[in-house]
C-alpha cells in the first residue's frame, strides 16, 4: 500500500507539473511566431516604403501591425518622455519620445532615438524640434510593456520618466485632451532630427530565436519529468 500511494503522490506531482512546462513552452513557440511574424512583416514594408498617413497611428484594427507612413505637424510643447533601461551598444541610457500633433489624425508618440545616461543618472535634455515639419517612419507597436509593476510614468527633468510606454497613462498624466494613437512612429534613421536610432523592432527584449531555445528547454524539461515519473512507476521493488 505504500508503495501505491507514493505513486499516486508522485504522479499528482508530476501532471501538473508536466502541465506547467508544456504550457510555459507553448507561449514561448506563441511569442517566437508572433516576432517573427512581426519581423518579416516589416521587412516587406520598408522593402515598398508605401507611405500611408499618420492618421492610420490611430487605427485599432492596425493597433499591432506595422507600416511605413508619412505626414505633417507640430511637435506639442510638452516636455520629453524617457523610457529607461534602454541598451545600445552595450551602454545604458533611455529612449526618447515626444507628443507630434499631426495635421490630420491622432496625437502620437514620436521615436526620437537613444541618449546615453551620465553616471549619475541625470536625464538628458531633450530639444523640441519647432515649425511644420514633415515626418516619415516605421508605425509600430510600443515596447513590449513586460510585468507592469507601478503607475509607469513620473515627472522627471523637463519631462517625463518612464518604465514603460502606457499611452493612457501618458495621456492622462501629461493632459492631453485627446487620447494618443495606439501606435509609435520610428523615425526614419536618414532624417535629420533626433538622435542615434535605427528602425529594429526588437531592440532591448528577446528575438524570436530565443524564444524557440526556451520553448525547448521547457518541453525538455516536461520530457524529464514524464520519464523519471514512467521510470519510478515501472521500477522493481526492493525486495
Given at each position: 500500500m505504500s508503495r501505491t500511494r507514493n505513486l499516486w503522490v508522485g504522479w499528482l506531482l508530476a501532471l501538473p507539473t508536466i502541465v506547467l512546462f508544456v504550457g510555459l513552452g507553448l507561449w514561448q513557440a506563441r511569442r517566437a511566431v508572433e516576432k517573427?511574424?512581426?519581423?518579416?512583416?516589416?521587412?516587406?514594408?520598408?522593402?515598398?516604403?508605401?507611405?500611408?498617413?499618420?492618421?492610420?497611428?490611430?487605427?485599432?484594427?492596425?493597433?499591432?501591425a506595422v507600416d511605413w507612413a508619412a505626414g505633417s505637424g507640430a511637435f506639442d510643447p510638452r516636455g520629453p518622455l524617457l523610457l529607461d533601461n534602454q541598451q545600445r551598444d552595450g551602454r545604458a541610457g533611455v529612449r526618447a519620445y515626444r507628443i507630434f500633433v499631426p495635421t490630420q489624425g491622432a496625437p502620437l508618440l514620436v521615436d526620437l532615438g537613444w541618449l546615453p545616461?551620465?553616471?549619475?543618472?541625470?536625464?538628458?535634455?531633450?530639444?523640441?524640434?519647432?515649425?511644420?515639419?514633415?515626418?516619415?517612419?516605421?508605425?509600430?507597436?510600443?515596447?513590449?510593456?513586460g510585468i507592469a509593476l507601478g503607475p509607469g510614468i513620473a515627472r522627471g527633468g523637463e519631462g517625463w520618466l518612464l518604465t514603460r510606454v502606457d499611452m493612457a497613462a501618458i495621456a492622462r498624466d501629461t493632459g492631453l485632451s485627446l487620447p494618443l494613437a495606439p501606435r509609435v512612429l520610428r523615425l526614419d534613421p536618414a532624417l535629420p532630427l533626433g538622435y542615434a536610432r535605427d528602425l529594429a523592432l526588437l531592440a532591448n527584449t528577446l528575438p524570436p530565436d530565443k524564444h524557440r531555445g526556451y520553448a525547448l528547454q521547457w518541453f525538455a524539461l516536461a520530457l524529464t519529468v514524464l520519464v523519471v515519473a514512467l521510470l519510478l512507476t515501472f521500477r522493481r521493488p526492493r525486495r
Open positions: 517573427q511574424a512581426m519581423l518579416d512583416g516589416a521587412a516587406r514594408v520598408l522593402a515598398a516604403r508605401s507611405a500611408l498617413p499618420l492618421a492610420a497611428a490611430a487605427d485599432p484594427l492596425r493597433a499591432r545616461l551620465a553616471g549619475d543618472r541625470a536625464l538628458p535634455a531633450v530639444a523640441r524640434p519647432a515649425g511644420t515639419l514633415a515626418l516619415r517612419g516605421l508605425l509600430a507597436p510600443p515596447p513590449s510593456a
